[in-house]
T-cell receptor
Framework: DTGVSQNPRHKITKRGQNVTFRCDPISEHNRLYWYRQTLGQGPEFLTY????????KSRLLSDRFSAERPKGSFSTLEIQRTEQGDSAMYLCASSLRLAGSTGELFFGEGSRLTVL | QQQVKQSPQSLIVQKGGISIINCAYENTAFDYFPWYQQFPGKGPALLIAIRPDVSEKKEGRFTISFNKSAKQFSLHIMDSQPGDSATYFC??????????FGTGTLLAVQP
């Protein structure tokens, strides 16, 4: 199966530490999205890439958060100086952007972050 | 950033019944309205989607009804089954843009 893969699936860290999540999208997909989901809420948009270009960042994304997609393939999301409020599920999704259309987003199973 | 409002927050339906979940949006530039299904521990998965040029789309037991003038759309699950128990999210997007999700509806189908 060549779905969206996220690692690690779970991360427990102490407040103030840095964490990095990796997302490997479906190989032919040119768009990659990061969302954050807290318990009982819908996914909140964080940022997205088309190939290696970061096209949009949410105002939710503080300067402690940085995302990269260096070669237009996998992506990393780094959170520096973690806070307890960062505890959430971080979801990655990929899609094939077609002209004039929002393609279907395929989600990974997420990386759950717990900040103690 | 709440541009898509979803209700109810939770829903209990008997097996064989009809589940109905509603969403309302504000941005008239939205042109794509999908519904996603999420099981515990899994990422959301696309269930069915509609564009505003049609008022209804049906796929098996799942139907989207769309009311452009009211800026509302709904998901109907006919003959609901225990396996349909999951969280359902409506979403919307502008052309080629990111998806904005509703807050979700936790559906429990009782046998």
């Amino acid at each position: 199966d060549t779905g969206v893969s996220q690692n690690p699936r779970h991360k427990i860290t102490k407040r103030g530490q840095n964490v990095t999540f990796r997302c490997d999208p479906i190989s032919e997909h040119n768009r990659l999205y990061w969302y954050r989901q807290t318990l009982g809420q819908g996914p909140e948009f964080l940022t997205y890439f088309q190939n290696e270009a970061q096209l949009e960042k949410s105002r939710l994304l503080s300067d402690r958060f940085s995302a990269e997609r260096p070669k237009g393939s996998f992506s990393t999301l780094e959170i520096q100086r973690t806070e307890q409020g960062d505890s959430a599920m971080y979801l990655c999704a990929s899609s094939l952007r077609l002209a004039g259309s929002t393609g279907e987003l395929f989600f990974g199973e997420g990386s759950r972050l717990t900040v103690l | 950033q709440q541009q898509v409002k979803q209700s109810p927050q939770s829903l209990i339906v008997q097996k064989g019944g009809i589940s109905i979940i509603n969403c309302a949006y504000e941005n008239t530039a939205f042109d794509y309205f999908p519904w996603y299904q999420q099981f515990p521990g899994k990422g959301p998965a696309l269930l069915i989607a509609i564009r505003p040029d049609v008022s209804e789309k049906k796929e098996g037991r799942f139907t989207i009804s769309f009311n452009k003038s009211a800026k509302q759309f709904s998901l109907h699950i006919m003959d609901s089954q225990p396996g349909d128990s999951a969280t359902y999210f409506c979403a919307a997007s502008r052309p080629t843009n990111k998806l904005i999700f509703g807050t979700g509806t936790l559906l429990a189908v009782q046998p």
